[in-house]
C-alpha cells in the first residue's frame, strides 16, 4: 500500500515568503506527526495531531510556525515569513494508534531559504 | 531532560564485517521506550526496533541484533556480516512511555559506510 507522501520533495523560497508543505498520512492512521531534520539540530519533534487535534504542539519553533490537520488525514505545516535558519528537510510521520504502533516517515519536504 | 548521545558520527566496514552501533541514553522516567531508525540515502526513516523499560531481554532479528542494558544505559545495535545495502545513517531514539504519544528525542545518527 501506499506510504506516507509529502509534497514538495524540494522548495526554494526567498526569505521573508510564507511556505506550505503537506502531508498525506497512511489511510487509517490516526496519530501525525512532523519532525524537523537540520544540520545544527538533528532530528527534533515539531508537533503531534490524534485525529484532527494538536496536544501537543511544544516543537514549533516560533510562532511563525503552524500546523493543521483537516479530516483525520491531510496535514499542512505553514511557515511565515520564512528565515534563513528555517531551511530544513521536515519530515512527516503517521502510525495507526497513537502510542504503540510504528511511526512510518514519509520521504520529507527539503526546504532552502535563500 | 531526555538526551541521546551517538557517539560514532561515522563507521567505516568493509562488507561481511560485523559492526556495533553505540547508543547511550539520559532520562528520569522510569518508563520509556528506546528505538532505532535507519535513514538510506532515499531519505526515509524505517523503523527498525522499539524496546520498552521493562524488557532487558536482547533481541535478534535476523543479521540485526540489538542489547539493551539499563545498568549502563545503553542500547547498542549490532549488524552481523554487514553488506553494502546496509549503509545509511542510523538514528537510535527515546520517548516516555506515558504520553500517550510517540514524541522521540533522537541521538545524532551514525553513518555506516559499508564497502564491497
Known amino acids: 500500500g501506499a506510504g506516507v507522501s509529502q509534497s514538495p520533495s524540494n522548495k526554494v523560497t526567498e526569505k521573508g515568503k510564507d511556505v506550505e508543505l503537506r502531508c498525506d498520512p497512511i489511510?487509517?492512521?490516526?496519530?501525525l506527526y512532523w519532525y524537523r531534520q537540520s544540520l545544527g539540530q538533528g532530528l527534533e519533534f515539531l508537533i503531534y495531531?490524534?485525529?484532527?487535534?494538536?496536544?501537543?504542539k511544544s516543537g514549533l519553533p516560533s510562532d511563525r510556525f503552524s500546523a493543521e490537520r483537516t479530516g483525520g488525514s491531510v496535514s499542512t505545516l505553514t511557515i511565515q515569513r520564512t528565515q534563513q535558519e528555517d531551511s530544513a528537510v521536515y519530515l512527516c510521520?503517521?502510525?495507526?494508534?497513537?502510542?504503540?504502533?510504528?511511526?512510518?516517515f514519509g520521504n520529507g519536504t527539503r526546504l532552502t531559504v535563500t | 531532560a531526555q538526551k541521546v548521545t551517538q557517539a560514532q558520527t561515522e563507521i567505516s566496514v568493509v562488507e561481511k564485517e560485523d559492526v556495533t552501533l553505540d547508543c547511550v541514553y539520559e532520562?528520569?522516567?522510569?518508563?520509556?521506550?528506546l528505538f532505532w531508525y535507519k535513514q538510506p540515502p532515499s531519505g526515509e526513516l524505517v523503523f527498525l526496533i522499539r524496546?520498552?523499560?521493562?524488557?532487558?531481554q536482547n533481541e535478534i532479528s535476523g543479521r540485526y541484533s540489538w542489547n539493551f542494558q539499563k545498568s549502563t544505559s545503553s542500547f547498542n545495535f549490532t549488524i552481523t556480516a554487514s553488506q553494502v545495502v546496509d549503509s545509511a545513517v542510523y538514528f537510535c531514539?527515546?520517548?516516555?512511555?506515558?504520553?500517550?504519544?510517540?514524541?522521540?528525542?533522537f541521538g545524532t545518527g551514525t553513518r555506516l559506510l559499508v564497502s564491497p
Open positions: 531514539a527515546l520517548s516516555r512511555m506515558n504520553t500517550g504519544f510517540q514524541k522521540l528525542v
Open positions: 532520562t528520569r522516567d522510569t518508563t520509556y521506550y
Open positions: 524496546r520498552n523499560s521493562f524488557d532487558e
Open positions: 495531531f490524534q485525529g484532527n487535534s494538536a496536544p501537543d
Open positions: 489511510s487509517g492512521h490516526t496519530a
Open positions: 510521520a503517521s502510525s495507526l494508534r497513537a502510542d504503540n504502533s510504528p511511526l512510518h
